[in-house]
Nanobody, 127 residues
Framework: EVQLVESGGALVQAGGSLRLSCAASGVTLDDYAIGWFRQAPGKEREGVSCFRGTDGSSHYADSVKGRFTISTDNVKNTVYLLMNSLKPEDTAVYYC????????????????????WGQGTQVTVSL
């Protein structure tokens, strides 16, 4: 059974940093794409970043490039999202998701490309 558990969300001031964690079980990171998505109230869920296990590549949405970094710890089977220079518009519920790497098109992919989802963690960025 695949389980994804996010943690690390918090209230932070603009310009601050947070590190989100996605603890994965039932998946082998080498075979999967692990994506981070976010959804703000009244908006569609959007892709933020993705780590491709088959080639170790990382992908980012234009809105977060240069500010967010995705990384993995294969021993802990955990994927992290380090978020720097946070802006109020980064406020959202952040979700991690998993899919076999070959099933996700280039880049971060779309929510429909992913099969497994965590419960989400709230990130709130205040002025």
């Amino acid at each position: 059974e695949v389980q994804l558990v996010e943690s690390g969300g918090a209230l932070v001031q603009a310009g601050g940093s947070l590190r989100l964690s996605c603890a994965a079980s039932g998946v082998t990171l080498d075979d999967y794409a692990i994506g981070w998505f976010r959804q703000a109230p009244g908006k569609e869920r959007e892709g933020v970043s993705c780590f491709r296990g088959t080639d170790g590549s990382s992908h980012y949405a234009d809105s977060v490039k240069g500010r967010f970094t995705i990384s993995t710890d294969n021993v802990k089977n955990t994927v992290y999202l380090l978020m720097n220079s946070l802006k109020p518009e980064d406020t959202a519920v952040y979700y991690c998701a998993a899919a076999l790497d070959g099933l996700v098109p280039r880049g971060v992919g779309a929510p429909a490309d992913y099969d497994y989802w965590g419960q989400g963690t709230q990130v709130t960025v205040s002025l």
